[in-house]
């Protein structure tokens, strides 16, 4: 498949999981509301994996709890995390080049990316920011531009 790509990246054989996040905390679908805000808040995280069976359902983001929960009036101790919960998720894995898991975060319009193993089990997070660290800035300007097209 040929990668289109809006600048020319210089290509890196950086992986995704030399420059991935490795603290990952992640919460099962029946989480209540205000105990994702409080495990943001504690583990100073803005996106958190939602899991079963150690299998990725979506992905829970500050922005999930302020326009679903919040803005709804929803009950923060009753309403769950599969209520809010973005879905579907995307993922890159382990050994993955990191410019083919920027290339999903443009196409997708998103800023992070779980990494998932062989198994299917999230062992760690990629950022635009992580892009930002090892790979070229052209890179990571489509990856933000992608998303403001997205969030406006």
Known sequence: MMIQWKSKPQWSPVTVDESMSTHIVSVEPERPVRQLAKIMRDEHVGCI???S?????G????RDIACRSVAEARDPDETPARDIMT???YSCRTGELLVDAAKVMEDQQV???PVVDDDGKVVGLLTADDLAWHTDHL???D???ATYERHG
């Open 49 to 51: 994996p939602v899991v």
């Open 87 to 89: 879905t579907p998720v």
């Open 143 to 145: 990856v933000i531009e």
């Open 59 to 62: 992905m829970i983001t500050d």
């Open 139 to 141: 890179l990571v300007g």
């Open 111 to 113: 800023r992070r990316l």
């Open 53 to 57: 069976d150690n299998l990725l359902l």
